[in-house]
């Protein structure tokens, strides 16, 4: 295979989204910490094949009890809701997308939705591997 050019690396490396590939797996290393991160590695790769043939679920870097804590975070007053603000501000800590997003300003966000959406953002950031 010929050498590549700086443009047409960057090009592969956009095309391939191995930035955000390699993003999202150094922060599952960091979170989980795990004592052999090769293989550690080696299996987030293959949840993520089987997630893709809908044989498993992909691997999330927060679950269920961690979303409520952040939900709870954000709710400092516990009136068991949050701003449309501040749900995109959460998907953006987490490197999610919020393109797609058409929440009106008006509208309260509950648990409830907040979970559901946090789990349909993780969905797609590793639907695109």
Same mark, same amino acid.
Request: charged share 35%; hydrophobic share 40%; proline share 4%.
């Given at each position: 295979?010929?050498?590549?050019?700086?443009?047409?690396?960057?090009?592969?490396?956009?095309?391939?989204?191995?930035?955000?590939? =390699?993003?999202?797996?150094?922060?599952?290393?960091?979170?989980?910490?795990?004592?052999?991160?090769?293989?550690?590695?080696?299996?987030? =790769?293959?949840?993520? +094949?089987?997630?893709?043939?809908?044989?498993?679920?992909?691997?999330?870097?927060?679950?269920?009890?961690?979303?409520? %804590?952040?939900?709870?975070?954000?709710?400092?007053?516990?009136?068991?809701?949050?701003?449309? %603000?501040?749900?995109?501000?959460?998907? +953006?800590?987490?490197?999610?997308?919020?393109?797609?997003?058409?929440?009106?300003?008006?509208?309260?966000?509950?648990?409830?939705?907040?979970?559901?959406?946090? +789990? +349909?953002?993780?969905?797609?950031?590793?639907?695109?591997?």
């Amino acid at each position: 295979m010929a050498a590549m050019g700086e443009e047409e690396s960057r090009e592969y490396l956009r095309r391939h989204r191995l930035p955000e590939l =390699l993003h999202r797996l150094g922060a599952l290393l960091l979170f989980h910490r795990p004592e052999r991160p090769r293989e550690f590695l080696i299996q987030v =790769l293959e949840r993520v +094949k089987a997630g893709r043939r809908a044989e498993g679920e992909y691997p999330f870097l927060m679950d269920e009890a961690n979303v409520e %804590a952040m939900f709870g975070l954000l709710d400092v007053l516990g009136q068991g809701s949050i701003r449309p %603000a501040q749900y995109r501000e959460a998907l +953006k800590t987490l490197g999610l997308s919020t393109e797609d997003l058409e929440l009106e300003d008006d509208v309260e966000i509950t648990l409830d939705e907040f979970k559901e959406g946090m +789990k +349909k953002k993780m969905l797609e950031s590793w639907s695109v591997y």
